[in-house]
């Protein structure tokens, strides 16, 4: 799960830097900076999907442990 998360992290700061040189892009370039903003966006989102299953199989595992977990009679 790890994996996933450093994946999504670092998906995330390439958004960062996509969008700075789109908006440091001169007209020329405009365009083409942006699409690669775009591309980055789409990437984090699937990266963030990935995490998020993980994650809710995680918790799913955990409740499910928990619910089985033998219980002390008092």
């Known amino acids: 799960m790890v994996d996933a998360y450093v994946d999504w992290r670092e998906e995330g700061a390439a958004v ?3 969008y700075e040189r789109w908006t440091c ?5 405009a365009l083409f ?3 690669a903003y775009q591309a980055a ?3 984090e989102e699937r990266a963030a999907d990935v995490y ?3 994650v809710t199989r995680v918790a799913a595992a955990v409740a499910l442990a928990v619910d089985l977990a033998p219980t002390e009679e008092t």
């Open 52 to 54: 998020a299953g993980r």
């Open 16 to 18: 960062w830097h996509a």
């Open 33 to 35: 900076a942006f699409a």
């Open 25 to 29: 892009a001169p007209p020329a370039d």
């Open 41 to 43: 966006v789409d990437r």
